[in-house]
C-alpha cells in the first residue's frame, strides 16, 4: 500500500505560478496528477514514469505545466506556470504500476490539494 500526500495548493492570480509536490511513502513506476473542478469528473493532467522516459500532459496545460519528480525523494512535481481561472479544482495527485490517463486504473491516489485561480 503506498500512501500520497500532496501539498502546495493555495489561492493564485491568473497569470502566476504555484508548485504542488506530492510525497509517496515508497517507490512508484508511474506517478502523476489529475484534478477535479467543481461539478465535473476527474481528468488526467499529467504523468511521468520513473524513469521520465514517459511523459505526458493533457493538451490544456501543455507549455503551462512541467512535471518532474525525485526518485531519492519518492516525490513529483507540477509546477503551474501561467495559471487561468479554469485551471481552478482539486489536484490528486496519483501513482501505480501503469501509464494511464484514465482515473478507474490509477492504483494509488492523494487526498488532494485545492488551486484557486482568481481572475
Known amino acids: 500500500q503506498v500512501q500520497l500526500v500532496e501539498s502546495g495548493g493555495g489561492l493564485v492570480q491568473a497569470g502566476g505560478s504555484l508548485r504542488l509536490s506530492c510525497a509517496a511513502s515508497g517507490p512508484t513506476f508511474t506517478m502523476g496528477w489529475f484534478r477535479q473542478a467543481p461539478g465535473k469528473e476527474r481528468e488526467f493532467v499529467a504523468y511521468?514514469?520513473?524513469?521520465?522516459?514517459?511523459?505526458r500532459y493533457t493538451d490544456s496545460v501543455k507549455g503551462r505545466f512541467t512535471i518532474s519528480r525525485d526518485n531519492a525523494k519518492n516525490t513529483v512535481y507540477l509546477q503551474m506556470n501561467s495559471v487561468k481561472p479554469e485551471d481552478t479544482a482539486v489536484y490528486y495527485c496519483s501513482a501505480g504500476a501503469l501509464v494511464t490517463v484514465d482515473p478507474m486504473r490509477v492504483g494509488y491516489w492523494g487526498k488532494g490539494t485545492l488551486v484557486t485561480v482568481s481572475s
Open positions: 511521468m514514469s520513473r524513469s521520465g522516459g514517459s511523459t
